[in-house]
């Protein structure tokens, strides 16, 4: 069955970088546009970032902007999210997701377990 | 892009029905038909329960359906089993390739 898992995760310093992996399994992965979901700790679920299947186009929410980039590698079914310029607000689990190829926007019918990012001095 | 507004809890009985609502505004609810809604249980990943306002993906009981009138979306569950016991988020596209999330709802089964 289709199954994601994440990354990369762990605890960084303010102003550096990580890069989040998500290795997809169980379906054709290059036929699905892909997501990040973040969730920071006892809150509730913000979109981050989006990507179509063959890597065309890309989206990012306004306060990752300029410092996360999501990419692909339809060849090693791996989706990623590489993060800059972390702040302590990026402190999250950080979900990677799947798009239903039947529908769009919001159609997640795929979920990681999430990797744990902790941006702390 | 603002949160969409959930109420923070919500509670029944088994075998009751609950409706939670979604409110946004016309640049997001209100203008696509792209409402989503997601169950949580503590320390899980997210589980998508509707898509499209009304859909209901495959294996996803029948007791869950979900509606939309002008810039509000609701989520009702019928016939409450104690498994329904969750955090439920509602979703909607919001225009220029963005998508935002509602704050959540607790859902109590008493």
């Known amino acids: 069955q289709a199954q994601l898992v994440e990354s990369g995760g762990g605890v960084v310093q303010p102003g550096r970088s990580l890069r989040l992996s998500c290795a997809a399994s169980?379906?054709?992965?290059?036929?699905?546009?892909m997501h990040w979901v973040r969730q920071a700790p006892g809150k509730g679920l913000e979109w981050v970032a989006g990507?179509?299947?063959?890597?065309?186009?890309?989206y990012h929410t306004d306060s990752v902007k300029g410092r996360f980039i999501i990419s692909r590698d339809n060849s090693k079914n791996t989706l990623f999210l590489q993060m800059n310029s972390l702040s302590a607000e990026d402190t999250a689990v950080y979900y990677c997701?799947?798009?239903?190829?039947?529908?769009?926007?919001?159609?997640?019918?795929?979920w990681g377990r999430g990797t744990m990012v902790t941006v702390s001095s | 892009q603002s949160a969409l507004t959930q109420p923070p809890s919500a509670s029944g009985s088994p075998g009751q029905s609950v409706t939670i609502s979604c409110t946004g505004t016309?640049?997001?609810?209100?203008?696509?038909?792209?409402v989503s809604w997601f169950q949580q249980h503590p320390g899980k990943a997210p589980k998508l329960m509707i898509y499209?306002?009304?859909q209901r993906p495959s294996g996803v009981p029948d007791r869950f359906s979900g509606s939309k009138s002008g810039n509000t979306a609701s989520l009702t569950v019928s016939g409450l089993l104690a498994e329904d016991e969750a955090d439920y988020y509602c979703?909607?596209?919001?225009?220029?390739?963005?998508?935002?999330f509602g704050g959540g709802t607790k859902l109590t089964v008493l």
């Open positions: 990507i179509w299947h063959d890597a065309r186009d890309r």
């Open positions: 997701t799947r798009e239903s190829s039947t529908s769009g926007w919001g159609a997640y019918d795929v």
């Open positions: 979703s909607s596209y919001a225009g220029s390739n963005n998508l935002v």
């Open positions: 499209e306002v009304g």
């Open positions: 016309s640049s997001d609810v209100g203008g696509y038909d792209y």
């Open positions: 169980g379906f054709t992965f290059s036929a699905y546009g």
